[in-house]
């Protein structure tokens, strides 16, 4: 299993930013993918999920109406768009396979890890 984060960066407070993650070694179509982040000195937070299928979304109270996740499986990629960014939003962001194919608004229960994308929002 691999997952490849990339698209981080630095923008200024209200800019966007569109992470991607490509995921092999393992039938893409077949799990839910989320996004989990970890800010300097703090544990990692979930951000958001999407079901395979139809892709039924989920994110977390802190990102709702400006992140928007997606995936194309037929690419074996997961996106996340961030708009309207905060610096609060400062993180190492990572693409995430949940341990039982089903999404869970819990780190702990993701078992395969990317290697993570910075994302630095400041003025």
């Known amino acids: 299993v691999q997952l490849v984060e990339s698209g981080g960066g630095m923008v200024q407070p209200g800019g966007s930013l569109r992470l991607s993650c490509a995921a092999s070694?393992?039938?893409?179509?077949?799990?839910?993918m989320s996004w989990v982040r970890q800010a300097p000195g703090k544990g990692p937070e979930w951000v958001s999920a999407?079901?395979?299928?139809?892709?039924?979304?989920y994110y977390a109270d802190s990102v709702k109406g400006r992140f928007t996740i997606s995936r194309d499986n037929a690419k074996n990629t997961l996106y996340l768009q961030m708009n309207s960014l905060k610096p609060e939003d400062t993180a190492l962001y990572y693409c995430?396979?949940?341990?039982?194919?089903?999404?869970?608004?819990?780190?702990?229960?993701?078992?395969?890890w990317g290697q993570g994308t910075q994302v630095t929002v400041s003025s």
């Open positions: 995430a396979r949940p341990r039982s194919r089903r999404y869970s608004d819990s780190w702990l229960f993701y078992d395969y």
């Open positions: 999407i079901h395979t299928g139809v892709g039924s979304t």
């Open positions: 070694g393992f039938t893409f179509s077949t799990y839910d």
